[in-house]
């Protein structure tokens, strides 16, 4: 099958993404792969350097979710001629409406009015983006992993119910609204530090966003927090995870959740906010709402006392993570999409 991906620069016009030789990360070359095993991966604002003619040479073209007018106005000067079948993977409704830019939104609504397929990586956009594109058939497509592969990054678990596992959104999006999620498990950590002393945890960072590093650090300083350490470098990160007795997210933002999987992966459970798609899927023992942080409290409280079953959490999550597979991907596929891959 011939697949052309056509994928975003990113907003600061960074180096297109290259297909990955290790474990699939969730990047969209890597859904071209279910498609194809030599797809051509392509930059999104070039469309019209393939035309009309080069266009539908191929089977199927994949176009990454985007929040900026990159490919949509040349698409859909071309779409009428196109007789490949389109597909566009989207993110988050609530990440889309905050990313887009109102000049933007008439040629994108009138792209995805002429594509033939949405993935949504949340299930629950699918109402939503269908208002958008009420021609398109739209599936939930949430991101898939080779889980086996996944899971040899991990050491295994020796957990310690005194080392807790952080996650700062706003180092990933440099998004001021991540900020409030990040806020609120700073400060669920400070509570729990409080009654349990020997309490330490570890945050992943990406340390290169220099500027929202040295802001998070600062403000876990100001807000008195002890023994809450910024993990910059992956492997360090895989070998904490290890260690973690449960991880801690209070995002407020509606998110597929590749934290979460990624804990379920590594056998650690995470306390979470019903925001994130997979939070609800693996650890629904472990969801509380957006707000409610002397929730989370209660729950790590719970899992620590055996109130929650540690072990029952880990093995419903583990039965659970199968919809998260690349044969579950290869399935949602078939059944979805009217294409023989």
């Known amino acids: 099958m011939k697949v052309l991906c056509l994928i975003n620069k990113g907003e600061n016009g960074g180096p297109i993404r290259p297909m990955r030789k290790g474990p699939p990360s969730g990047k969209y070359s890597d859904l071209a792969t279910l498609f194809s095993s030599e797809p051509k991966i392509g930059v999104a604002r070039d469309i019209w350097k393939y035309k009309t003619k080069g266009l ?12 900026y007018n990159t490919w949509q106005k040349h698409f859909v000067e071309m779409a009428d001629n196109i007789k490949t079948k389109t597909l566009v993977w989207m ?3 609530d990440r889309f409406l905050r990313f887009v830019k109102p000049e933007s939104l008439g040629v994108i609504s009138q792209a995805l009015e002429k594509v033939d397929y949405i993935a949504t990586l949340n299930g629950e956009d699918v109402k939503t983006w269908k208002t958008w594109a009420p021609q398109a058939h739209v599936f939930h497509f949430p991101i898939w992993y080779d889980l086996e592969q996944q899971r040899d990054l991990f050491p295994p678990p020796k957990p310690d119910p005194d080392f807790v596992m952080l996650c700062v959104h706003s180092s990933i999006w440099l998004e001021p609204h991540a900020r409030r999620g990040d806020a609120q498990s700073f400060m669920v950590f400070k509570r729990l530090k409080e009654r349990y002393p020997d309490l330490k945890g570890v945050t992943f960072m990406m340390k290169r966003h220099r500027a929202v590093y040295d802001q998070t650090r600062e403000s876990i300083r100001a807000m008195g927090i002890n023994d809450l350490e910024l993990c910059v470098h992956s492997s360090f990160w895989f070998q904490m995870m290890s260690r973690a007795f449960c991880g801690i997210d209070m995002t407020q933002t509606k998110i597929q959740g590749k934290w979460n999987i990624h804990h379920a992966i590594a056998g650690v459970p995470i306390i979470s906010t019903d925001c994130t798609d997979a939070q609800r899927r693996l650890f629904p023992d472990l969801t509380v709402s957006a707000w409610d942080a002397e929730g989370a409290i209660e729950k790590y409280e719970s899992l620590r006392a ?3 079953n540690r072990e029952d959490v880990l093995e419903n999550s583990e039965k659970a993570l199968q919809f998260f597979s690349r044969k579950s991907a290869l399935k949602r596929i078939k ?5 023989e891959i």
Not at 335 to 339: A, G, K, N
């Open 91 to 93: 993110g988050a409704v």
């Open 335 to 339: 059944r979805e999409m009217d294409i």
């Open 306 to 308: 055996g109130g929650i």
């Open 56 to 67: 539908n040479k191929f089977d199927l073209v994949i176009f990454e979710n985007t929040f």
